[in-house]
């Protein structure tokens, strides 16, 4: 089995799951090219190009792979072969749409949301079917987690913990933005992240800007500094984790607000069980923060779902009433950001259990001081 996909069963399972919510939406089936659908369906790491890679799952009847006979090599890592999938590879000249029409038959079909407009609509033209997006059928699947997925996100907070655990001695005074990103980076592959998927570092007032990413300004005693960091963890799932920095004693009144994060982050992970709605949640951390006049200050939604992409649904947003359901993972993050001057957010990902929530971060949440010599 290739290190970086689950046992072929899992896929398996998967596939006959996707082809029963196809035939529930009333669709002839669903065409997927490669991106996270493909991934989290076969196990495949394939890449689109402008010749097809298909994946179709048609309602009824076995899944069939249509590529290019030059990417045969590219099913090697999936698991299409050991689930005896059918392979339908094609050379130029050919039409690989009416293969894609062959195996799927007549009727609505879904796509992936990440198929290439290149793909869609001469796809669209052979079929004679104005596709929709397989999203709204596959959402159900991906946003509940399975055990084995459960557990590669423990893991993967597990090792983005630890690499939170080295940045104080990252922060030194003189030291750039972009020189502490660069250990974290080395960092979050050291401690078992397969790739690095993002690192901000915001120092000063560059912390009131939510995804900064980092520059070139040096780091000075007095900063408050945001760190939210991410990588990839075999096979395939992610971690993203942010804490929040004070290179020295912070001041009385920047204490004070950040309490009032932190209390606002743990309601929101206390609001969390199956029933209550990702808006709930989101009202949680948000009322907090209103009650102590920071609601203005708070500029995005409070979190996102995270699997094998950084963010996916269910998002933990004003107006989404879906409830959540055990096995279901997302970020908890509200922040505050004062413009020019500076900012602070909290990150746990966290899985919803039978009656609460497991948080897959665990390292403190107060805003740490760095001491300065």
């Known amino acids: 089995m290739d290190a970086h996909r689950f046992e072929s069963a899992v896929y398996g399972r998967r596939l006959r799951a996707a082809a029963s919510l196809a035939a529930e939406a009333g669709l002839a089936g669903l065409v997927i ?21 298909a994946l ?45 029409g ?19 609509l001469p796809l669209a033209a052979e079929l004679g079917v104005q596709p929709v997006l397989a999203t709204d059928v596959l959402r159900s699947l991906r946003m509940v987690k399975e055990a084995a997925e459960i557990d590669a996100l423990v893991a993967a907070g597990a090792a983005i913990d630890r690499v939170h655990a080295r940045v104080p001695e990252l922060l030194v005074p003189g030291r750039t933005e972009a020189d502490v990103a660069a250990d974290i980076s080395e960092a979050i592959v050291a401690e078992g992240h397969s790739e690095v998927a993002f690192v901000i570092v915001g120092s000063g007032p560059h912390g009131a800007d939510p995804h900064h990413g980092y520059s070139d300004r040096p780091l000075t005693a007095g900063d408050i500094v945001v760190v ?15 804490r929040t920095y004070s290179i020295g ?11 009032v994060l932190q209390r606002a982050q743990r309601a929101a992970f206390e609001a969390v069980r199956p029933g209550v709605t990702a808006s709930q949640v989101d009202a949680a951390a ?39 359901a055990a ?17 602070a957010r909290i990150e746990d990902i966290v899985v919803v259990t039978s009656d609460g929530a497991l948080s897959v971060n665990n390292r403190p949440h107060e805003l740490l001081v760095v001491p300065v010599s």
Do not use: C
């Not at 004693?249 to 920047?254: A, D, L």
């Not at 699997?307 to 409830?323: C, Q, R």
């Open 33 to 53: 090219t490669p991106g996270y659908d493909m991934r989290y369906l076969l196990g495949s790491r394939a890449e689109t190009f402008e010749r097809l890679t």
């Open 56 to 100: 179709v799952v048609p309602a009824a009847g076995s899944a069939t792979v249509v590529l290019p006979r030059l990417e045969l090599a590219s099913l090697k890592g999936s698991a299409a072969l050991e689930l005896g999938l059918e392979v339908r590879d094609w050379v130029d000249g050919e039409n690989p749409y009416a293969m894609v």
């Open 102 to 120: 062959a195996a799927l038959g007549s009727g609505g079909f879904g796509v992936s949301d990440s198929m290439p407009a290149l793909h869609v």
């Open 228 to 242: 939210d960091i991410g990588g990839m963890y075999a096979p395939g799932y992610h971690s993203d984790s942010t």
């Open 249 to 259: 004693e912070p001041s009385s009144e920047v204490a004070q607000q950040y309490s």
């Open 286 to 324: 948000r009322d907090v923060l209103a009650s102590a006049g920071l609601a203005g200050y708070f500029v995005h939604r409070t979190g996102h779902g995270i699997g094998l992409s950084v963010h996916e649904e269910p998002y933990i947003v004003d107006g989404n009433d879906l409830p959540l």
């Open 327 to 343: 096995g279901m993972a997302f970020s908890i993050e509200p922040g505050i950001y004062f413009p020019g001057q500076w900012g």
